[in-house]
């Protein structure tokens, strides 16, 4: 579930054409500006979640943010080189971004009895996925190709766009509470 810690893990090797050793200084400052881009897009994507939740409902956020991510992970497969490869990486943290603090939340709304166990389960699987997700990346790397590994990741981020309606609704709060001032329910959009 937790796709953001492959790029942390995989940006290093992940350069479309390493290679010689001249060349390693240069693809170490490639893979920082990767991961740095990811980071980045990343953090103006989780700034800009609540506005972007209140204009489109969480369900769609979700929806745009998964597809978007799939797409990125198949650009960094795909990438004909280091700049098109950045990119990539960029358009994957801003895709993610949302994905991880959304789950929360609809955790917290499905828990009418708001005991924190359902928050608690999307905890767990967050650290299951940083776990397990760069391993199963080197898994597949270490059989095919790198490029392969992260294509591996766009079926797990179409798994997310499937998974988006269980982000839907939230119990009505209280009227005048400011919890009811930002009811995200209101606005979702859930075609």
Same mark, same amino acid.
């Given at each position: 579930?937790?796709?953001?810690?492959?790029?942390?893990?995989?940006?290093?090797?992940?350069?479309?054409?390493?290679?010689?050793?001249?060349?390693?200084?240069?693809?170490?400052?490639?893979? $920082? %500006? +990767?991961?740095? /881009?990811? !980071? =980045? @897009?990343?953090?103006?994507?989780?700034? #800009? &979640?609540?506005?972007? *939740?209140?204009?489109?409902?969480?369900?769609?956020?979700?929806?745009?943010?998964?597809?978007?991510? $799939? %797409? +990125?992970?198949? /650009?960094? !497969? =795909? @990438?004909?080189?280091?700049?098109?490869? #950045? &990119?990539?990486?960029? *358009?994957?943290?801003?895709?993610?971004?949302?994905?991880?603090?959304?789950?929360?939340?609809?955790? $917290?709304?499905?828990?009418? /009895?708001?005991?924190?166990?359902?928050?608690?389960?999307?905890?767990?699987?967050?650290?299951?996925?940083?776990?397990?997700?760069?391993?199963?990346?080197?898994?597949?790397?270490?059989?095919?190709?790198?490029?392969?590994?992260?294509?591996?990741?766009?079926?797990?981020?179409?798994?997310?766009?499937?998974?988006?309606?269980?982000?839907?609704?939230?119990?009505?709060?209280?009227?005048?509470?400011?919890?009811?001032?930002?009811?995200?329910?209101?606005?979702?959009?859930?075609?």
């Amino acid at each position: 579930m937790h796709s953001a810690s492959n790029p942390l893990n995989w940006t290093v090797p992940a350069s479309p054409h390493p290679s010689g050793a001249a060349l390693l200084a240069l693809a170490g400052v490639i893979y $920082a %500006l +990767a991961y740095a /881009g990811y !980071a =980045l @897009a990343l953090l103006i994507g989780r700034s #800009l &979640a609540d506005r972007t *939740v209140l204009a489109t409902g969480p369900v769609r956020l979700v929806r745009i943010g998964g597809a978007v991510a $799939a %797409l +990125a992970v198949v /650009g960094v !497969a =795909l @990438a004909p080189g280091e700049v098109a490869g #950045l &990119a990539a990486f960029a *358009v994957l943290g801003l895709g993610i971004a949302a994905v991880i603090p959304l789950a929360f939340t609809a955790a $917290a709304t499905h828990d009418p /009895g708001h005991t924190g166990v359902a928050v608690a389960r999307v905890n767990v699987f967050n650290y299951v996925g940083f776990v397990l997700g760069a391993p199963l990346v080197g898994l597949v790397a270490d059989a095919a190709s790198l490029r392969w590994g992260f294509a591996a990741l766009a079926p797990v981020a179409l798994g997310v766009v499937a998974l988006a309606p269980a982000f839907a609704g939230s119990p009505r709060p209280p009227a005048g509470t400011a919890a009811a001032s930002l009811r995200l329910s209101d606005r979702e959009d859930l075609s």
